[in-house]
Structure formats: structure tokens, C-alpha cells
């Protein structure tokens, strides 16, 4: 059982450049989740996807572009990277549409550099 | 703006001693509070919930307390192990209106290490 898988798992781009960070999850979920992680300010939503069809932005949504494809996978689009997006990115994934009221299954990470 | 405050950032603890997390917010509609852990290269995972009717709970060696007047709610890690040394994240979500789905806000993390 995979759970929730993404790629890449590192990723080093220039400023400008843009990519997309890819997220599948195999376990049926409704609501899938983009978060991403900096030293010292734990971890904060940029986009998440309630259900199938539907996007909503969270905290931190400004440079990023997302797309439910279908109900296992969500990815997360860069359309022109800069430093400060420099991270590691979490796909996350829930069951309920109640979202973050059941257990939140986080992928491995991606580790992403913008020079 | 910081909804979740956490503390410490890094926290050293002895074999058998005890580990203390420590949070605080400011919204009352938060009415769900996990914890998660993480390892080095690995996304966190859950560990323990509460939920603001009660007091504590108690998962093992893992304990909860949560004192809602304060706002506050704390993990505890009692007999501590080097296995637990990892990053603990507090969270706390609202739940959701209709048709939307409730969004977990996290704490900034504390760095756990378990000595021999």
C-alpha cells in the first residue's frame, strides 16, 4: 500500500523556470492537501482540494497553480519559480470532506531549490 | 499571524526522562487538536488527537492535556526513548462549514532528542 506518493523528491530549478510537483494517493480519499515546510515556521497550507472538481486557496497560495486531475491526484504547479519558493513541498490527503477532522496521510516530500 | 504558538523549538531530553511540547492559540473556534511526528526524509504522520471535551488522553506513552480556558494544550512523553527523537508539530483545525472542507493549522515544530 503506497499511501500517497510524489515526485520528484528533489528538484533544483532557476529563477523563472517553472515545474510541476506531481501527487497521487491510492487510499480513496475525498480531500487532498499542498503544504509546504520552511526552517522554523512549520508547516503551511498553499492550495488544497476539498473533492473532486473543487480547489480552494490556503495560507500561502501566491506563485503556485493547482489542479485536481481526478480524485487521486493533485499536483502543484510553478509557473515561474523564485528564491523564496525554495522548500520542501507536502502532499497530504484525507478521507472525509470534513477534511482536516480525520487523519491527514503526508507523501515523503519534495525538496525543491531555486537559484 | 501565527494562530498556533509552539514551544520550545528544540527540546534535549534523557533516556526515561520526560518530553513536554507546549501550545497555544488564540481562536475559539478551534475545536480539534492533533499532534503529528516526523522523521528526517519522511512526511508527518499522526500521533495523537483531542478533542476540547475532554481534558486529556492518554495513547501509551503519549499523553495529551488540554486546558481550554488557557487555550493551551500540551504533549507529554513520558519515559522517553531515543526512538522518539523526531519533530513534533502541533495542530488545530475549526471543522468545516457545508460542502468545504476544515484546514489544519500547524505550529512551528519542536526538535526532539532522546540521549542514552
Known amino acids: 500500500n503506497a499511501g500517497v506518493t510524489q515526485t520528484p523528491k528533489f528538484q533544483v530549478l532557476k529563477t523563472g523556470q517553472s515545474m510541476t510537483l506531481q501527487c497521487a494517493q491510492d487510499m480513496n480519499h475525498n480531500s487532498m492537501y499542498w503544504y509546504r515546510q520552511d526552517p522554523g515556521m512549520g508547516l503551511r497550507l498553499i492550495y488544497y482540494?476539498?473533492?473532486?472538481?473543487?480547489?480552494d486557496k490556503g495560507e500561502v497560495p501566491n506563485g503556485y497553480n493547482v489542479s485536481r486531475l481526478n480524485k487521486r491526484e493533485f499536483s502543484l504547479r510553478l509557473e515561474s519559480a523564485a528564491p523564496s519558493q525554495t522548500s520542501v513541498y507536502f502532499c497530504?490527503?484525507?478521507?472525509?470532506?470534513?477534511?482536516?477532522?480525520?487523519?491527514?496521510?503526508f507523501g515523503n516530500g519534495t525538496r525543491l531549490t531555486v537559484t | 499571524q501565527q494562530q498556533v504558538k509552539q514551544s520550545p523549538q528544540s527540546l534535549i531530553v534523557q533516556k526515561g526522562g520526560i518530553s513536554i511540547i507546549n501550545c497555544a492559540y488564540e481562536?475559539?473556534?478551534?475545536?480539534?487538536f492533533p499532534w503529528y511526528q516526523q522523521f528526517p526524509g519522511k512526511g508527518p504522520a499522526l500521533l495523537i488527537a483531542?478533542?476540547?471535551?475532554?481534558s486529556e488522553k492518554k495513547e501509551g506513552r503519549f499523553t495529551i492535556s488540554f486546558n481550554k480556558s488557557a487555550k493551551q494544550f500540551s504533549l507529554h512523553i513520558m519515559d522517553s526513548q531515543p526512538g522518539d527523537s523526531a519533530t513534533y508539530f502541533c495542530?488545530?483545525?475549526?471543522?468545516?462549514?457545508?460542502?468545504?472542507?476544515?484546514?489544519?493549522?500547524f505550529g512551528t515544530g519542536t526538535r526532539l532528542q532522546v540521549t542514552l
Open positions: 495542530a488545530a483545525s475549526t471543522k468545516g462549514g457545508t460542502g468545504t472542507a476544515s484546514k489544519l493549522t
Open positions: 483531542i478533542r476540547p471535551d475532554v
Open positions: 481562536n475559539t473556534a478551534f475545536d480539534y
Open positions: 482540494s476539498a473533492s473532486e472538481g473543487t480547489t
Open positions: 497530504a490527503s484525507s478521507e472525509s470532506k470534513g477534511g482536516a477532522r480525520s487523519p491527514l496521510h
